[in-house]
């Protein structure tokens, strides 16, 4: 079974200030995860994946991605938050010996304030 | 040339009609899937197809049913629509069915039963 968690339901930060959404997961064998972010009236779009390496991922817009495994997380990080990151971002696991089918968190809503 | 893309953006139905949502995709992905998101932002997996199986989530109505006229379109067709069919359907398509590739996501229709 797969599973995920982001804990916070909104995050605020101030423009310029670091920002970090974080997530959880659980997995019977190893993860393959996903960020995705997703603004008002759009589709999901895909930000940065987690699959084997290095633990810091790099992504789209500056964001990066941290793999914690003895943590079981992958916070979702930007160094320098900008009012048009406001959205709200999910993440998604797959377990690499299950369904190919992902399981997402419920979302984290990021607000950056001017 | 847009990737996935789905018609039509809005609906409004009365209960008890039968409707369907088109999706398309021309990224040449052999999987799709059907998401619905609820009033809460919350993404609920309804059905995963590729050319060789059909995976559905047991927790959705019978009423509901994907059909593939071919690889790049995966339709939704609704029968007896209820006012719990309220929420937003998104289309996505991913490359194989491999657990590390990521999904792209159509714009979203937003249904709304009367």
């Known amino acids: 079974a797969q599973s995920v968690a982001q804990p916070e339901d909104q995050v605020n930060v101030a423009e310029g200030n670091p920002l970090t959404v974080k997530c959880t997961y659980s997995v019977s064998g190893n993860p393959y995860l996903f960020w995705y972010v997703q603004y008002p009236n759009r589709g999901l779009q895909f930000l940065l994946k987690?699959?084997?390496?290095?633990?810091l991922v790099k992504g789209s817009y500056g964001f990066e991605a941290e793999f914690n495994k003895s943590q079981t997380s992958f916070h979702l990080k930007k160094p320098s938050a900008l009012v048009s990151d406001s959205a709200l971002y999910f993440c998604?696991?797959?377990?690499?010996?299950?369904?190919?089918?992902?399981?997402f968190g419920r979302g984290t809503s990021l607000i950056v304030h001017p | 040339d847009t990737a996935v893309s789905q018609t039509p953006k809005y609906l409004v139905t009365q209960m008890g009609n039968d409707k369907s949502i088109k999706c398309e995709q021309n990224?040449?992905?052999?999987?799709m899937y059907w998401y619905k998101q609820d009033s809460k932002k919350f993404l609920k997996i309804m059905f995963s197809?590729?050319?060789?199986?059909?995976?559905i989530n047991e927790t959705v109505p019978n009423r509901f049913s994907p059909k593939s006229p071919d690889k790049a379109h995966l339709n939704l067709h609704i029968n007896s629509l209820e006012l719990g069919d309220s929420a937003v359907y998104f289309c996505a398509s991913s490359q194989g069915g491999v657990s590390y590739n990521e999904q792209f996501f159509g714009p979203g229709t937003r249904l709304t039963v009367l």
């Open positions: 990224l040449g992905h052999d999987t």
């Open positions: 987690y699959i084997t390496g290095d633990n």
């Open positions: 197809y590729n050319n060789k199986e059909l995976i």
């Open positions: 998604a696991v797959r377990d690499r010996l299950g369904s190919y089918i992902p399981t």
